[in-house]
C-alpha cells in the first residue's frame, strides 16, 4: 500500500465491515455450510498473517504435530490483510486461525459469525515504537501514531497511555489539524509502519512483533513501551475456529487444538529454532523475516532487557516477563477485562453492539475452553508454561 493514498487501508477496512455484518456475511456462511457438507473429514487448513502472533500455528505444521495427532494438515495459507483471513475464514476456505482478540469480539457480536476462541496464541509480543527523538508519550502530542486495527489490544492499550499522558486519542481526516493535546490514530498494515516512520509521516506506532524490533534493527525507532509491561501477560491473537467443527468434530478438534498446545511448549523451549524456522530463510518460509530480527523477539540477549529497563519501556521489572511468550489458556478475566475496555475505548464504524454485551456472559460465550484444558492437563498443566497451575488470574494492568 501507498502511504500517500491511504484510501486502500479505508478500504480495506470498509470491506471487513462489510463482511461482519449478516447480509455480508450471509452467502460466505452459505459457501462454509456447503463446503462442511461436501468434505466433512476436511484436514487441517490455516490462515495467517506474516506476524509472531501466527508462530504456534506455524511450528505446529512445520513439526508435524497435527500429522503426530493422526489428522492431515495443508501447508498453511498466508494472507495479506484482516480483511482476507476473515473472508477465507468464514466462507471456509480455511478452519483455523489467529485473529485479533478483539476483534473476535465484532466477529461474534457484531456480526453473529458462528465461531468462538478455543486458544490464546501467546501473550505479550507488542510494542510502542516512536521516532528516535521522542523519550515520553507525552511528545505525541499533535501527531499522528499508528494502529494495526480499530479492534485489536493494541488500540486499547495505546489509548489507555495516551490518556494517563493527558492526550486524548482521536480520529481525523487527511490534512486535519490536530491540537496540541490530541494524538491522531491512524490504521496502517504492519509492513507499512517502519517506511511511515522513517519518513516522518508518523511519530509511532503500536503493532505486533517482529515490526518493533525490525524498526530497531533500521534504526528508524525506538521502542517506548512493550505493551506487556502495560497489560500483564495479555493475549494479542487467539485461535479461532468454526463452531460446526467444535460440535460435529470434536475429536478432530481436540487433536486441532492438542497441537497447537504442544507447538508453543516446543517454541517456549526451543526459541532461537523458532526464529529460523519461521524466517525467510526457514525451510517454509513461513514470513519474509530476517532470524536475526525474529531472533531478537523469540531469543533476546540478557543485555537487552538492561537496556529496556534503564530506557523505561519495562518499567515493571518485577513482572520478569518474556519479549512474547506462550501459553494457550484463555483466562475468563482477560475477556472480561478487554469487553469492559472496549466499551470506553475510541473505535471507528458501528460499534453500538459493544454496549449491550456483558463481560461475564461474554467470556462464557465467546470462548469453548474444553480442548485447551484437556490439551494442557495432557503436557502437565499450566505450570509447564511457566505460569501458576490454575485457571484463574486477577489482571494486572498499570501505565
Known sequence: MCLDDP????????????????????????????????????PVRIGYLP??????????????????????????VLLRSWAQVIEAFISGQVNV?????????????????????????????????????????????GQSIAIPFWYS???????????DSGLTPVSKAANASIAANEVNLV??????????????????????EPFNALAENLKVGRIQRFTGDVWRNHACCVVFMH????????EWSQKVVNAIVKAQLWTRDNRAEAAQLLSKDGANRYTPHAPDVLGRVLAPAASERDAYLASGAIQHGDWADKRIDFQPYPFPSYTEELVKRLKNTLIEGNSRFLADLDPSAT????????FVRTAIEAVGGLKAFGAPDRFERVEEIAV
Open 7 to 42: 484510501t486502500h487501508t479505508r478500504r480495506d477496512f470498509i470491506k471487513l465491515t462489510s463482511l461482519l455484518t449478516a447480509a455480508g456475511a450471509f452467502p460466505l456462511l452459505t459457501s462454509l455450510q456447503a463446503r462442511a457438507a461436501s468434505e466433512p473429514d476436511a
Open 51 to 76: 506476524i509472531t502472533d501466527a508462530t504456534p500455528l506455524l511450528v505446529a505444521h512445520n513439526n508435524g504435530l497435527f500429522e503426530a495427532e493422526g489428522i492431515k494438515s495443508e501447508r498453511p
Open 97 to 141: 486461525i489467529h485473529l485479533l482478540s478483539p476483534m473476535t469480539v465484532w466477529a461474534r457480536y457484531g456480526s453473529k459469525v458462528p465461531a468462538k476462541v478455543v486458544a490464546w496464541n501467546h501473550v505479550g509480543g507488542s510494542g510502542l515504537t516512536v521516532a528516535p527523538g521522542i523519550e515520553d508519550v507525552k511528545q505525541l502530542g
Open 153 to 163: 489490544i493494541h488500540n486499547v492499550v495505546v489509548q489507555q497511555l495516551l490518556r
Open 187 to 208: 490504521v496502517l498494515p504492519p509492513s507499512d509502519m517502519p517506511p511511515a516512520l522513517a519518513s516522518k509521516r508518523i511519530a509511532g506506532y503500536i503493532v505486533a
Open 243 to 250: 463452531e460446526h467443527d467444535l460440535n460435529n468434530r470434536p
Open 363 to 370: 467470556a462464557r460465550d465467546l470462548v469453548d475452553d474444553r
